[in-house]
């Protein structure tokens, strides 16, 4: 399993930064990797990343699911696989800090059956750097937005 966390302080009041996280769409695009996403409901999604690996181009889909949201200060979700086998979760927290924010993005994934072998070293060298890349690029845009 590879797990990356990262955590940094926005200038900005909690209410400020819920308002951005809980609208994916203002933030899908930071995610590094992003190609595109599908909403199917206020819960689940589809994601498209592209990228090269050691320069071969892969495309992966992977199914979101939110599975709990805690307003003003928590985004739990799960992730699987549909192109590759794997699966994961995460979440978003938001610490109140008088008048400024700690937001913490935690991911975690697991690759699994017969590609899991070599889908694991990519995993646990490409997650941290996800986990950090999303919430820094997050962070900024709330802090332009706010």
């Excluded at 495309?59 to 549909?82: C, H, R, Y």
């Excluded at 590759?84 to 690759?111: I, P, Q, R, W």
Aim: with cysteine; aromatic share 8%; charged share 20%.
């Amino acid at each position: 399993m590879a797990t990356g966390t990262h955590t940094v302080e926005i200038p900005v009041d909690v209410q400020a930064v819920w308002d951005y996280v809980s609208d994916l769409e203002k933030w899908a695009t930071t995610v590094p990797a992003y190609k595109e996403h599908e909403i199917i409901n206020d819960k689940q999604s589809i994601w498209t990343f592209e990228g090269n690996v050691k320069g071969i181009k892969k495309t992966i889909q992977a199914q979101v699911d939110i599975t709990e949201w805690n307003e003003p200060s928590n985004i739990m979700f799960e992730l699987k696989g549909l192109t590759d086998n794997f699966k994961g979760s995460g979440h978003f927290t938001a610490t109140d800090l008088n008048g400024k924010t700690e937001m913490t993005c935690t991911v975690e994934v697991h690759a699994g059956g017969l590609s899991g072998a070599m889908l694991t070293p990519i995993i646990k060298w490409a997650v941290p750097k996800v986990a950090s890349r999303l919430t820094e690029s997050i962070a900024r845009k709330i802090a332009v937005f706010s």
